[in-house]
């Protein structure tokens, strides 16, 4: 089985620049989650569906990240515009519920803002 | 206080040793409590999850939590270099998943 697919794998641009990261969860799998993690600041929690719905945006940093799931199996995360400071892994991760919530990690996008 | 808080490390065991690997948390409706391992460069990848007091066995690792102390932890048996890795210790509060900032090991052949 396919597991979390994410493209692209890296991605390098100028501060400034509109940042798009894509994300297919598992098959199935009603909820998707979107980290970032830095050394600084660990794995931190985005923001997080359930049924292509946002759930939980608390941890969205500011105004110029936004994300969207228009269907099941593809969700976004946009940046615009980015700065160097958006320098981090971003990861998505899925799970079939949220009761025991065994989350599964794609490869995640390292982004490099110049 | 963190919500979810680990010994950074690195924790350094010699090959064939038990590397022992300690989780605290904070909220106590948490239910349901994970290790994940993380080697250099790549993404989390899930290796136990427990829900019960008590120990779970699998394999070389067994997973132990006590909630009336708000403890996890993750037993390494016979450790060997390819467990090498940063292990990440997740705690399910309220359908989310609050991750500690993780327990550097080294395994030393």
């Known amino acids: 089985d396919a597991g979390v697919i994410q493209s692209p794998r890296h991605e390098v641009t100028e501060m400034g620049q509109e940042v798009t990261l894509r994300c297919k969860p598992i098959s199935g799998h009603d909820y998707l989650f979107w980290y970032r993690q830095t050394m600084m600041r660990g794995l931190e929690l985005l923001i997080y569906f359930n049924n292509n719905v946002p759930i939980d945006d608390s941890g969205m940093p500011e105004d110029r990240f936004s994300a969207k799931m228009p269907n099941a199996s593809f969700s976004t995360l946009k940046i615009q515009p980015s700065e160097p400071r958006d320098s981090a892994v971003y990861f998505c991760a899925s799970s079939w519920t949220s009761v025991n919530n065994e989350q599964f990690f794609g490869p995640g996008t390292r982004l490099t803002v110049l | 206080q963190k919500e979810v808080e680990q010994n950074s490390g690195p924790l350094s065991v010699p090959e064939g040793a038990i590397a022992s690997l300690n989780c605290t948390y904070s909220d106590r409706v948490s239910q349901s409590f994970f290790w994940y391992r993380q080697y250099s460069g790549k993404s989390p990848e899930l290796i136990m999850s427990?829900?019960?007091?008590g120990d779970k066995e699998d394999g070389r690792f067994t997973a132990q939590l006590n909630k009336a102390s708000q403890y996890v932890s993750l037993l390494i048996r016979d450790s060997q270099p390819s467990d090498s890795a940063t292990y990440l210790c997740a705690v399910n509060g309220r359908g989310k998943l609050i991750f500690g900032q993780g327990t550097e090991l080294s395994v030393k052949p």
């Open positions: 427990i829900y019960s007091n």
